[in-house]
């Protein structure tokens, strides 16, 4: 299961309160606490990273409630450039009510003008969740949800490099263990429950001309990954993941922008349980258990609104739909299943937002908390 971390501080969600004083406004109690936390404004990269740090708890179809912090600190490698966007790098930690817990590490870093890009995510956890199966006929039997956990650990470093205007080539590797797993029930069990690797070479091609990753602004992104799990690299499966992503991003207004996203991906080989395509997440199909839907091939669409109030609040809305199956030409042979939402923003610092969503899917919700847009 893709465990992610979901942060929020509940004060976000709250508008924010101004008293007056002799005709002077004074920051309240919750801006005394943001501005102790890194929240602001400005981003001022003089001396080192600016920091900023975001205790709260969250609550997901996936790992229930729990509470969870992370310090997020945009950078300038010493050739930034105002034309280059500010690199991050987030740490962050969870703990939640289903069993699960985790640590995590994310960095972006932009060099030579962006024309070079430093890329690597890291996580640890202990994952707690449920499976039903292979296939949409499968994950729509409630008699076959089963308990699973286990223990898990995912590094992807990869390097990307512009060899033509906004055009990306990115090599890397995508590894995954999976150990100590248990199951209480027949659908999983036997030898899908040892411990095994998945290691792979990845390979990127992409156009991008977003203004800035987390939460893009304007331009586009088209994206063709293939990953290829071998066992001459270390994986215990031979088999191959292609993924496909565009997405645009249109300014409708001075406080209003549209961003719209198509996503495909399908794998084939000798798939691990644990690496079929899945349907649902933080990111897109939101309302849906992450791996509930899960099969060789997915395609899925969104459109969502975001519409900015002022520098500090926000909200987004969105319609989608998606599907799953066995084999490509099969994923327009039923009817998708549908997911719809709203959700609130919260500038903790300029372009890294805290969002909280509420999705819902076909017979299924969740809330959502996170830094950075969806997509």
């Not at 293939?226 to 066992?231: D, P």
């Not at 001459?232 to 922008?257: C, K």
Request: hydrophobic content about 35%; glycine content about 10%.
């Amino acid at each position: 299961m893709n465990s992610k971390l979901s942060l929020a501080l509940v004060g976000l969600c709250l508008p924010l309160s101004v008293a007056a004083a002799d005709g002077e406004q004074q920051e309240d109690w919750l801006d005394t606490l943001l501005t102790e936390l890194g929240s602001s404004e400005t981003i001022n990269v003089e001396d080192g990273i600016d920091w900023g740090v975001l205790p709260g708890p969250f609550v997901n179809p996936e790992q229930g409630f729990g509470f969870g912090v992370a310090a997020v600190g945009l950078y300038a490698p010493g050739d930034w450039v105002e034309t280059t966007p500010y690199s991050t790098l987030s740490v962050k930690s969870y703990v939640s009510t289903s069993g699960s817990y985790g640590l995590g590490v994310e960095n972006r870093t932009y060099l030579k003008g962006d024309t070079l890009r430093i890329l690597a995510d890291g996580w640890i956890s202990h994952a707690p969740g449920y499976y039903w199966g292979i296939g949409r006929k499968a994950a729509e039997q409630s008699g076959n949800k089963t308990k699973q956990e286990a223990q898990i650990l995912k590094l992807s470093p990869k390097v990307s490099y512009q060899f033509l205007p906004e055009t990306y080539f990115t090599f890397g590797w995508d590894f995954q263990q999976v150990t100590d797993q248990e199951s209480d029930g027949p659908v999983l069990s036997g030898s899908a429950l040892d411990d095994s690797t998945s290691s792979g070479a990845l390979f990127t091609l992409e156009y991008d001309s977003r203004d800035f990753e987390p939460n893009p602004e304007k331009g586009r992104l088209l994206s063709l990954e293939w990953v290829t799990y071998r066992e001459a690299l270390g994986s215990d499966f031979d088999y191959d993941r292609v993924t496909l992503n565009y997405r645009e991003y249109l300014r409708v207004s001075s406080q209003s922008i549209v961003a719209w996203e198509v996503y495909g991906q399908g794998v084939t080989g000798d798939i691990p349980w644990y690496a079929y395509s899945e349907l649902g997440s933080d990111k897109r199909m939101r309302g849906y258990y992450v791996g509930q839907y899960r099969d060789r091939y997915q395609l899925s669409t969104q459109i969502e609104w975001r519409h900015q109030f002022n520098t500090r609040h926000g909200m987004v809305a969105w319609v989608g739909a998606g599907n799953i199956a066995r084999d490509a030409d099969r994923l327009f042979g039923e009817t998708w299943l549908p997911t719809a939402g709203l959700g609130y923003r919260f500038a903790f610092k300029p372009r890294i937002n805290v969002r909280f969503d509420f999705g819902v899917g076909k017979d299924s919700s969740g809330f959502y908390f996170h830094i950075n847009e969806a997509f």
